[in-house]
């Protein structure tokens, strides 16, 4: 295999704009054509009840979601050993976690198959929304090893010196899903069990063109030997993943605090509006992660070469892109917001639109800070500097966000649950700002120029 450095190369802005162009497109308009996706066929052919399901089987999707980036965060290990010129055994290292994931996918599922029962009730599932989160999860329990396996491949293609194969993947993915939803949903109206079909389908699709992709001889990071020793490698990546693991798994738990609350201050209706506002907000805030993964394994990269000038022009480059994209965002967010929303609004849900308006008028206030603070969490993460990373990924998605799902309904009423996203991203913005002066000498971005931790 050829070694080549794309994620080693020193960027220009407008050159590092187009390499992040390709995943910033995936995170967005994929999330964007999920979201249609789920409009269209959820909310509409089987209804709001339905939708309401897909809401409280979210913790389950960020549970996969968490322990993909825990044991993912090999490929910010593998990315900073290819700056160490150690790419056989990065290679190594990525051929070994594909396999362990796929392992540790067939046991999850069959917990979550065994006890599904139990696991619904958990979540909160009310007697009009079980059936529909039931038939969903007997299916989806079933693929979850392929989820695991594909949500990995997804991480590596940038390491790998390809970020357009994740939009790619995605984009074939997406268009099945749209295709098969339609087939299973509204022309054979098999509900819910339909849409889990569809998933499952589009899933091994995606592991195909995997397959296919990194067994080829034109990408920088392949399949080899897996001579890694299995211990060793799930901790030190787990150090790397540790930051979004957290994350995924406190947006799931915070999703069923927010469910209990909804259903507790308000009704199913409610939830419904709730989890539209939110799939479309996080349709817009996904390519803050889009930007930030395709920057994290340069960083790595650079970490590992001990370059502190390459750093450093990193550093003000991300800045500058993450301002960019949050005024774009927020314009784009005010123009095809409400528009996206009404493909949820069926003829059944209309007494939700006031709701959803309330909602998706407060959200793009969010967008001024969040970028921000997810980027110094997936930065210090990118550095190696977990314990930065985790603090202020616990304190966010843990701490302030739960805090003021339940605090705000109780002195506001429901319609205080509207505001907690916002609140919870400018209080977390002046901890970040905190987090990033106190390490200002570690990386050699403060006045002094001193760079501890490279040195």
């Not at 396996?149 to 268009?175: C, E, H, I």
């Not at 098969?180 to 998933?199: C, E, S």
């Not at 990194?214 to 490698?233: D, K, N, W, Y």
Request: positive net charge.
């Amino acid at each position: 295999m050829e070694e080549t450095k794309t994620i080693g190369k020193d960027y220009t802005l407008m050159e590092l704009a187009r390499f992040c162009l390709p995943t910033i497109v995936n995170e967005t308009f994929i999330s964007l054509l999920y979201t249609i996706d789920d409009g269209l066929f959820i909310s509409r052919y089987i209804g709001p009840n339905a939708l309401a399901a897909f809401s409280i089987l979210l913790p389950v999707f960020m549970l996969h979601g968490a322990i993909s980036s825990l044991f993912g965060g090999v490929s910010m290990l593998a990315s900073y050993k290819m700056g160490e010129k150690k790419i056989r055994e990065a290679e190594s290292d990525f051929t070994c976690i594909v396999l362990f994931m796929l392992v540790l996918g067939v046991f999850v599922g069959a917990v979550e198959r065994i006890f599904i029962r139990q696991l619904l009730k958990i979540l909160g599932c009310t007697e009009l929304i079980y059936p529909h989160a039931e038939a969903f999860l007997k299916v989806g329990a079933l693929y979850t090893p392929l989820t695991l396996v594909s949500n990995t491949f997804m991480r590596f293609y940038v390491p790998a010196g390809k970020p357009k194969m994740q939009l790619f993947s995605s984009v074939v993915n997406v268009s099945l899903n749209v295709f098969l939803d339609w087939y299973f949903v509204a022309y054979l109206k098999v509900g819910m069990v339909g849409t889990a079909y569809a998933n499952m389908i589009a899933v091994i699709v995606m592991i195909i063109i995997a397959l296919i992709f990194f067994s080829g001889r034109h990408c920088e990071l392949g399949f080899a030997r897996p001579q890694s020793r299995l211990v060793p490698l799930i901790k030190e990546s787990s150090k790397y993943g540790i930051s979004s693991f957290l994350s995924n798994l406190s947006v799931g738990l915070g999703t069923i605090v927010s469910n209990y609350a909804v259903l507790h201050w308000g009704s199913e209706q409610y939830l419904a509006a709730y989890s539209i506002v939110n799939n479309i907000q996080f349709v817009f805030i996904g390519s803050f992660f889009g930007l930030l993964g395709t920057t994290g394994p340069l960083i790595s990269y650079a970490f590992g070469e001990k370059n502190r000038e390459k750093l450093n022009r990193l550093f003000r480059q991300v800045v500058i892109l993450l301002a960019m994209l949050s005024g774009a965002i927020i314009i784009l967010f005010v123009v095809f917001g409400p528009m996206i929303a009404e493909l949820y609004i069926s003829e059944s849900a209309r007494d939700s639109k006031d709701l959803i308006n309330l909602g998706m008028r407060i959200a793009p206030y969010s967008f001024v800070f969040f970028g921000y603070n997810v980027a110094a969490r997936m930065t210090f993460s990118a550095l190696g500097n977990h314990r930065a990373s985790a603090i202020l990924t616990f304190l966010s998605e843990v701490f302030f966000s739960n805090l003021f799902v339940v605090m705000l309904p109780m002195l506001f009423t429901i319609k205080g649950i509207w505001f907690s996203f916002l609140i919870t991203n400018i209080v977390m913005f002046a901890a970040t700002l905190y987090f990033v002066y106190r390490n200002r000498d570690n990386y050699g971005y403060g006045k002094s120029g001193k760079a501890l931790m490279i040195k």
